[in-house]
């Protein structure tokens, strides 16, 4: 099935760095939402971002929709340990309710 | 609010046996719901949709056949993997639409199915 790019793949910071992922498609979402996955339970959402350009905080994590409407990207600011987890994009086209999900990024915190 | 069960949470099996997992829609009405298989350290795939009411549409490459999905309610849907084999040990993972709701849809907690 189709998946979308999403970058990095892993990465282990230290506690209190930054982070930032991203996600690219080949094709037009009309929505895009960021999900985090823990080991051995299911995504929990974070971010839905509904409009090209639009900005998005929860907390310490701001996403943004890119303005192509094939890219959208999550930055985590000052990271902790329970940062820890697997961050998932999704795209959804417009009127098929249906999510395409991104390849995911292995996220480790060093305390 | 917005809270999906899924049910059971592991589950082992003999071969050529058949299991049936659950997802409900504890506090709303799931007009649509999907389902997912995710491989150890992949992505979340797209099996089907459910819509309640009527026959699941099945995604390319998904056996209808063997994942039976039945959504009779607008709180229940159920995939049966017929005839297990120890190939379709996965993770398998059901979202849920409601009526009026965006596209932040709740996710169960997984099924982790092995078969042996």
């Known amino acids: 099935g189709q998946q979308l790019n999403q970058s990095p793949q892993s990465m282990f910071i230290q506690e209190g760095e930054d982070v930032s992922m991203n996600c690219t498609s080949s094709?037009?979402?009309?929505?895009w939402l960021w999900y985090k996955q823990d080991p051995g339970e299911g995504p929990v959402l974070l971010i839905a971002?509904?409009?090209?350009?639009e900005l998005t905080s929860n907390g310490r994590l701001t996403a943004q929709f890119g303005i192509t409407r094939k890219d959208s990207f999550l930055n985590i600011s000052a990271s902790i340990p329970s940062d820890v987890g697997i961050y998932f994009c999704?795209?959804?086209?417009?009127?098929?309710?249906?999510?395409?999900f991104g390849t995911g990024t292995r996220l480790k915190v060093l305390a | 609010g917005a809270v999906v069960s899924q049910h059971p949470s592991r589950v082992i099996c003999k071969s050529g046996t058949s299991v049936k997992i659950e997802c409900r829609s504890l506090?709303?009405?799931?007009?649509?719901m999907f389902w997912y298989r995710q491989f150890p350290k992949q992505s979340l795939m797209l099996m089907a949709t459910?819509?309640?009411?009527?026959?699941?549409?099945?995604e390319q490459g998904v056996e209808k056949d063997k994942f039976l999905i039945n959504h009779a309610s607008l709180t229940l849907s159920t995939l049966t993997v017929t005839s297990a084999h120890p190939e379709d040990s996965s993770f398998y993972i059901c979202?849920?639409?409601?009526?009026?709701?965006?596209?932040?849809?709740?996710f169960g907690s997984g099924t982790r199915l092995t078969v042996v």
């Open positions: 506090d709303f009405q799931a007009t649509t």
């Open positions: 979202s849920a639409r409601g009526t009026g709701v965006g596209y932040g849809y709740t």
């Open positions: 971002l509904y409009k090209a350009g």
């Open positions: 459910s819509n309640e009411g009527s026959k699941a549409t099945y």
């Open positions: 094709s037009i979402f009309n929505t």
């Open positions: 999704a795209g959804v086209s417009s009127g098929t309710y249906k999510y395409i």
